[in-house]
């Protein structure tokens, strides 16, 4: 008798608990609507091409991806509170380049001016300071965050331009060269870097006050100040994150090609927007996951994996990473299921 | 009251209470030596029209403003520093009329924002959700914690923002035009958990352009004028005529003068084709991009008569409306203008047949609020501006100074920004638009929403000035105000037409159709 009392009332209670729970599971499941979209391009792949779920593509697939995966990780901050940042692909290239520019000798078309160890210093602490910059302009001084980065995006790259002449800078220090060239159980450090990156970003945003004000800046900046949030500080927080991981993404592409040309990150913020749009990041801000973005950028370079190992001919690349992204952007909004914005 | 009940009250502390409080912004006086005492327990009415000093008192009693003379005292203790938010949460909140909810998040953390609970420096969302559980079900507020805010009505965040106010620990809640985006129902249940609230020991400010609702709901009345302070009294004892008389600074007549018009007369010179005829009209079903359809809707405005379409926020008045002026087009059905079909779904369209319109919310459809007063009047008519696409701004000046004069428009002139005006003004401009064109057909969607009880009977009056000279009007709303001046009055529930009642129908019989309930009159 008392049995089935009990029985009745978890019974009960379960009931009760089931609609919040299967919220929570659904809204979880958004995050995750890009991986039904993944696996298809496996299968996809490994008809194509046997090679491609061995192990040793799979890794060359996540180093390429490795450096715009950190950038679409700084935008996504970005544009989670519901601001933008074009500079990024020419701190990308003007971080590292100046880093170089310092401490190559003149054989590798530098100064030779500081010993090498100050390499990889230099190249966040520029990052940084390219951030501080746009934060003052777009904050501080209330100006468009658009035009202020494309301005930024102008200036920047044509810095690096002339600082090196149009030459590329090679014989770097090896400082540089670590992200990029050494493995660690078989795998780059890059690969690992981004992995790591991801992992803090997931749970900053998820789990963290600071993570959480971010949704509610972008979401609606004057709740968020009714809310005691010091946006502004918030604000600068992003934008100085972004300039300096924009940095670390150059350090690696740079060491990865051990080398840093005057065209180093050049039109990569297209891609970046894209892979962040297609990984479910709101161009209007408070919407989007970590996870999700780097689905994204998964799904993007993976269909460029396919594509190459098809057999598409070289010159054909550049309009079809288009075509990608149209497709990409198509799948998501299918898998995805929602009107994107 | 009683001698003895006036010497309790005045030993009682007050909740809140500003004496002597001057604001000036430059030369402008937003509050000249104004006070205000609200006793614990109470549910105070402010009032005033727009402009009167309202917003600047609340900003004043909340913080959020220093005034530049005159004191705040809480419960009897000095007002905490200007600094110290915190402090002032816990003395006083309030719920504005623009929502501090954030969409895209959930209940749950919309509560605890910026407070999350947390173990080991990261925040643990299920004792969070428990909290946020905990504490909507404290103030009986039916929301599940999970659910994201865009999904909420209007009423459930009011209640969420309630609830949030009253976790800081403040007990007294101001609350700025509560109902103005609530239906008859909303409005019923808010006021239900006011006076539930109000028992448990939490003191009310309201602010509101609805008279009614204060001889309903609030013990007390204050009323600014002029940033001043006008009276104090006691909701029963001052009649509803001195009220607005003391926040119009004028006696106002108590009926509106009716203006004669003959209907049948009308409808001859218009050829006798109706001004609107709508017939089998059915929209699209409930759920379908988060719009309530509407089904079988027949109904004829002749020229020269107003008719009410009335009903609850989600009876489907507001869509069959939309409906007619083109904003949306229906599945099945015909809109007959003046005799002549419109193709369906095509402003332009309905423009052209001779369609007038104020849309449902002057912020998001009514007007840009960037530009002028003058732009924004002739949105409609570029074609009466000038030839082939070029506009002479001579032309459209003299046609916005016509309308400024003809509906009173308070503008520094016809090149000022909307966004100046006071929401009154505002209205008006937006119905100025919707005569430009000298309309068969006007189309109003709660015409009087959010405006001073002054702008109310003026454009009221416009709209009986207009149906005599001939336009059919048909007013889509669940403002008895507005209804009143309906010849007939087409009640919507659920999607149907379901009632229809001549002029001279009972308040309780009409409240009760758009409910859903037969009447009992």
Redesign the interface.
Known sequence: MSETTTAATSEGKGLLAA??AR??AF?KLRDFALVPAIIVIAIIGQIVNPVFLQKDNLINVLQTMSEIAVLVLAETLVLIVKRMDLSLESTMGLAPGLAAWLTVPKSGHGLGALPGGWAVPVTLAVGLAVGAVNALLIIRFGLNGFIVTLGMLIVLRGLLTGVSGGQTFFNLPSSMLYLGTTEWFGVPVSVWVTLVLFAIGI?VL????FG??L??I???I???K????RTDRVLWTVLVTAGGLAALSGLMLSGRLASVASAQGNGDIFTVFAAAVIGGISLNG??GSMFGAFTGVLLLFLIQNVLTLGGVPAQWIGALNGSIILVALVISRITGGKVQD | MSKADESIMSTVVPVAQATGITKRYGSTVALRAAHITVEPGQTHALVGRNGAGKSTLVSVLTGLQAPDEGEIAFGGAPAPRLADRDAWRRQVVCVYQKSTIIAQLTVAENLFLNRHARSRGLIAWRTLRRQAADLLAAWSVDVTADTVAAELSVEQRQFVEIARALSFGARFVILDEPTAQLDGAAISRLFERIRELQQQGVTFLFISHHLEEIYEICDTVTVFRDAQHILTAPVAELPRADLVAAMTGEAASAERGVHPRSIEQSAEEAGGKPALSVSGLSGPSAGIGGDTGYDDVSLTVRAGEIVGLAGAASSGRTEVAETVVGLRAAGSGEVLIAGRRVRPGSVPAALAAGVGFVPQDRHHQGYVPGMSVADNGTLTVPDRLGRSGFLSHRRRDTLAATQIENLAVKTSGPDQPVSGLSGGNQQKVVMARALANDPRLLVLINPTAGVDVRSKEFLLDKVEQTAAAGTGVLIASDELDDLRVCDRVLVMFAGRIVAEMERGWHDHALVAAMEGMEADV
């Open positions: 609609t919040p919220r929570i809204a749970v998820g789990w963290t006050g959480r004000s949704y509610a972008g979401g609606n004057d709740a968020a009714a809310a005691g949030i408070g919407k």
